[in-house]
């Protein structure tokens, strides 16, 4: 079982429309998630950061957090076609260091 | 504030050689880590560096390796290259206020 798991997609929704992008990782001690957004031939630039149970809102973007069900989640309302890209999932152990493991990323096709 | 900088941004080398790549972190993070990214498998972890120590390190072979001077800039060294190798070289840098980390815009590496 991979660590990060992420759906590839790609995930093609309409412009004006909110993508749900999800994420479940297998390490219950997993203490940091983050999301970042790679657009093609760029590297990854962090979008969110999200630490607790719970959402976290930033704009159009909103992480979710649920532990329990070890998953987590980003919405992000009204996509526009500059949000086309590559979502990736990373999650931090709490091994007070500072080694990330990513899914492989979900691509996303907001369509005009 | 300047971020991540890495050198060079492209490489062409050939089987058998050896490489040196650079990753400059943003002023006061002490810590940088590498990774390959490769179309088929994603983000690898390679290695974390803190305060001039390996603190982890990937699955990668001992081909692979790399070092942090007292300035917290790091390099990464592959030496006999070969053709799988070919990947864009990422470098994170972390240690601010949070556990976020911030890439680098990546060494595009081709081994021929």
């Known amino acids: 079982q991979k660590e990060v798991e992420q759906n590839s997609g790609p995930l093609s929704v309409p412009e004006g429309a909110i993508a749900s992008l999800n994420c479940t990782y297998s390490?219950?001690?997993?203490?940091?998630f983050f999301w970042y957004r790679q657009y093609s031939g760029k590297s990854p630039e962090l979008i969110m950061s999200?630490?607790?149970?719970g959402d976290k809102e930033d704009g159009r973007f909103t992480a979710q957090l649920n532990k329990a069900s070890q998953y987590v989640s980003l919405l992000i309302r009204d996509s526009q076609p500059s949000d086309s890209a590559t979502y990736l999932c990373?999650?931090?152990?709490?091994?007070?260091?500072?080694?990330?493991?990513f899914g492989t990323g979900t691509r996303l096709k907001v369509l005009a | 504030k300047a971020g991540v900088t890495q050198t060079p941004r492209y490489l062409i080398k050939t089987r058998g050689q050896q490489v040196t790549l650079s990753c400059s972190p943003i002023?006061?993070?002490?810590?940088v880590s590498w990774y390959q990214q490769t179309p088929g498998q994603g983000l690898q972890f390679l290695f974390e560096?803190?305060?001039?120590?390996?603190?982890n390190k990937g699955n990668f072979p001992g081909r692979f390796s790399g070092r942090q001077f007292s300035n917290s800039r790091s390099e990464m060294n592959v030496s006999t290259l070969e053709l799988g190798d070919s990947a864009l070289y990422l470098c994170?840098?972390?240690?601010?206020?949070?556990?976020?980390?911030?890439f680098g815009q990546g060494t595009r590496l081709t081994v021929v």
């Open positions: 390490d219950r001690v997993s203490q940091s």
């Open positions: 999200i630490y607790s149970n």
């Open positions: 002023s006061g993070h002490r810590s």
């Open positions: 994170a840098s972390s240690g601010g206020t949070g556990a976020e980390a911030f």
């Open positions: 560096y803190f305060s001039e120590t390996q603190r």
């Open positions: 990373a999650v931090n152990l709490p091994s007070g260091t500072y080694k990330y493991i």
